[in-house]
């Protein structure tokens, strides 16, 4: 191997074991670096303080030493003997004094500047390491803290209705959500079913629902829950044939459950689908509307027993 070959290896190898000496602080410790360089004799054609300084800010794009009120402090001891040649020892401490990590980079050239490219190869990349471990850990502590708050989201759908309904129903719905940070979620839902395709009469179900949904179950990037609570209401029919002032109302009690998907799992705009089963105590079965034929036989104008619904297709936020 060449004496350019060994170089590389040295410069490699050292910063690869200087950054596994201070991973470790790599949460607590953040980018701004104060540098203490200390030049021993023989050391004067070595990179000074100020243009390593320089030169690793320039390469990293941002502002990276501070002079005073930086938690990191890395200390840079220069020195040259006969016998070992050109030697730079790093000791790594925090705001505290607490020693972090320590290495020491040699090189037996006749000038320093190799060791001067080593020694700045190595501060630019743990230096560069440590400030993203420090972004991460701050958008950790930031997502931990955000979890333990609590969220709100609102959600409007539109679904179909069908079951035991002499047709099918179009439901506008809109929902409110509370996110507890366990992951639980209750909801307020106010529906509404227009017009269930019944030729002689007019049919409309208005509702309220609360619902209790589970955390999420993640998978990639879409969450799975169930939700499942009690909804009341009342149902409506208003005639259009025979009589066309009748109307009948009747009320509405029952359960619902529902299987539901959301994606992305994360994001404040998202989209949401679901399949819901309603389960009724009180079912709205009824003659709505009575009149008589030209024969004066009685009709029956309208008739619904509601007792199950498709979920639907919605978009909601997050805030």
């Known amino acids: 191997m060449t004496g350019r070959g060994l170089t590389l290896c040295l410069r490699l190898g050292a910063a690869i074991s200087f950054l596994s000496g201070v991973v470790q602080a790599a949460e607590t410790t953040p980018y701004r670096t104060q540098l203490e360089m200390n030049r ?4 004067e054609g070595c990179a000074s303080q100020s243009s390593l300084k320089r030169d ?12 005073r009120g930086a938690e990191l402090k890395l200390r840079v001891d220069l020195s040259h003997s006969e016998e070992h040649g050109y030697e730079a020892e790093l000791v790594l401490r ?11 980079l040699r090189n037996q050239d006749e000038n320093c500047d190799e060791l001067s490219r080593a020694l700045g190869l190595v501060m630019e990349l743990s230096i560069n390491r440590l400030r993203d471990a420090h972004v991460q850990a701050e958008e950790e502590r930031a997502r931990d803290r955000e979890a333990q708050q609590l969220r709100f ?3 409007v759908t539109a679904a179909i209705e069908g079951g035991v ?14 996110i507890w940070p366990t992951g639980w979620r209750v909801a307020a839902r106010l529906s509404t079913s227009l017009n269930a395709v019944e030729s002689d009469s007019d049919f409309a179900r208005h509702d309220a629902a609360v619902l209790l949904c589970t955390p999420d179950a993640l998978t990639g990037r879409t969450a799975l829950f169930i939700c499942g609570g009690v909804m009341g209401g009342i149902s409506q029919a208003e005639g259009r044939g025979w009589d066309p002032n009748a109307s009948a109302r009747r009320p509405a009690l029952g359960a619902v459950v529902s299987g539901r998907l959301r ?3 994360e994001g404040k705009i998202f989209g949401q689908f679901g399949l819901e089963l309603e389960l009724p105590v009180i ?11 030209v024969n004066g036989r009685e009709i029956s104008v309208f008739r619904a027993s509601v007792v199950g ?3 639907g297709i919605g978009v909601g936020i997050r805030f």
């Open 40 to 43: 021993g004799p023989g050391t």
């Open 56 to 67: 690793i800010e320039a390469r990293l794009g941002r502002k990276s030493f501070a002079e």
């Open 94 to 104: 925090d705001a505290t004094g607490n020693e972090l990590g320590r290495r020491r």
């Open 153 to 155: 989201d609102g959600l």
């Open 165 to 178: 309904l002499p047709g099918i129903a179009v439901l506008p719905r809109v929902e409110f959500g509370v």
């Open 263 to 265: 994606y992305p799992s």
């Open 283 to 293: 079912r709205d079965d009824f003659v709505a509307l009575a009149g008589t034929d």
């Open 309 to 311: 619904a498709l979920g």
